[in-house]
């Protein structure tokens, strides 16, 4: 059986529903802290002080969104393994 799993584009505005996930999955804030690492900036403390404003308009919108995905392909990737499929959809 094949998988695919389709990650949210530019529209992302609410980012909020990651921290409540990144609870239960702490691969969500190491994935975060990574791309924080990489390119000199703290992803996480940026969505922290803004995740109920619009974050389309942001020159890291592009890192949050991809660091999104990956976070979110982590999670759907471990549940694989475990013969769970988990679905979760970014409004």
């Known amino acids: ?6 990650f949210p584009g530019q529209g ?11 609870k239960s999955f702490p691969m969500i804030r190491n994935t975060f802290d990574e791309a924080s690492n990489y390119i000199n900036y703290n992803l996480w403390e940026y969505i922290s002080k803004n995740h109920k404003n619009n974050l389309t308009n942001n020159k890291y919108t592009p890192a949050l969104i991809l660091t999104s995905s990956v976070s979110l392909y982590y999670i759907w990737k471990k549940k694989i393994k475990k013969n769970l499929i988990w679905w979760q959809v970014i409004v």
Request: hydrophobic share 65%.
């Open 12 to 22: 992302i505005q609410r980012i909020d529903i990651l921290f409540e996930l990144s």
């Open 1 to 6: 059986m094949k998988f695919a799993m389709i």
